[in-house]
């Protein structure tokens, strides 16, 4: 099976046979480089074994990757059609590996597969990744069956995915991911392997949902809010954005601030304010 996924042109033949170019209003930075996308590919775990939803293919990089690694299924969501034509021979070449979704991901309900779990991985569109990665962090938290991320971000946005409190880069997604899962950061990706190149390095990382966390969490919803209201002002003190509240209840004195919190003390504030 993967013989005929290897026999395909390379990508960026197959893109100039079909007219195909990156569309800015997509977000699209093409990944071309084999050695790449297969390093990205053979990073999901069980990928032979757990079906691998992947959210905007473009013209199949990752996606040839992902089956050559020996993914049993692959479920594509991609928003841009004029990818069909080079999709629907990736499609050929897989043996009934490979099913495409033309949609918005942000709109799709990966439960609708039927799968009683997956792993996601993709090279995520720019101007999208925070806002699946907080769709997704929400879906975990409230019972998804989704076993691993492994996606790439800018490398700014991979920082503050993994960032700790008292950094910089801290801050609410830092505390959403952290409540739920274990992350870190595998690699970095040079602009220059992109087509078109971004301004900026990128990263390729790695979530695995943690299932105690999970327990202890509460209502991610509720952490949503609390977050939002105090790094909206993370340069503020917290007893001046939220003067009403006691925070000796909290073993806190209200001086801090936001990035001087961590995600159980976010958590454990939710809980008591937000019930």
């Keep these: 099976m993967t013989d005929k996924i290897s026999s395909l042109p390379p990508v960026s033949t197959m893109m100039r046979e079909c007219d195909m170019i990156a569309k800015k209003k997509f977000g699209q930075n093409f990944l071309f480089d084999l050695n790449l996308t297969c390093r990205i590919a053979r990073a999901v775990p069980n990928i032979d074994t757990i079906p691998v939803i992947e959210v905007g293919p473009g013209p199949g990089g990752l996606?040839?990757?992902?089956?050559?690694?020996?993914?049993?299924?692959?479920?594509?969501v991609e928003?841009?059609?004029?990818?069909?034509?080079?999709?629907?021979?990736?499609?050929?070449?897989?043996d009934g590996r490979l099913t495409v979704v033309f949609g918005d991901a942000l709109k799709t309900d990966f439960s609708k597969f039927g799968f009683d779990e997956y792993a996601i991985c993709s090279?995520?569109?720019?101007?999208?990744?925070?806002?699946?990665?907080?769709?997704?962090?929400?879906?975990?938290?409230?019972?998804?069956?989704?076993?691993?991320?492994t996606l790439m971000f800018q490398r700014e946005v991979a920082d503050r995915i993994v960032a700790r409190p008292g950094s910089n880069a801290y801050g609410r997604v830092s505390v959403l991911v952290n409540l739920v899962a274990d992350a870190k950061i595998l690699f970095n990706v040079p602009r220059t392997a992109f087509t078109p190149a971004?301004?900026?390095?990128?990263?390729?990382?790695?979530?695995?949902?943690?299932t105690e966390k999970i327990k202890a969490l509460g209502k991610i919803e509720s952490v949503e809010k609390i977050t939002a209201k105090l790094f909206g002002m993370r340069r503020k003190m917290i007893r001046g954005i939220m003067p009403d509240v006691d925070w000796n209840v909290f073993d806190l004195s209200g001086t801090e601030r936001a990035e001087n919190l961590t995600p159980e003390k976010f958590c454990e504030i939710a809980k008591k304010l937000l019930p």
């Design 63 to 76: 996606t040839r990757a992902l089956l050559l690694a020996g993914a049993h299924k692959v479920i594509a």
């Design 79 to 94: 928003m841009d059609k004029t990818t069909e034509p080079i999709l629907s021979q990736i499609i050929d070449a897989a």
């Design 123 to 149: 090279n995520l569109p720019y101007n999208v990744g925070t806002e699946l990665l907080i769709q997704w962090i929400h879906k975990i938290a409230n019972g998804e069956p989704i076993k691993s991320l």
């Design 198 to 210: 971004p301004k900026v390095t990128s990263a390729v990382v790695q979530i695995i949902p943690n």
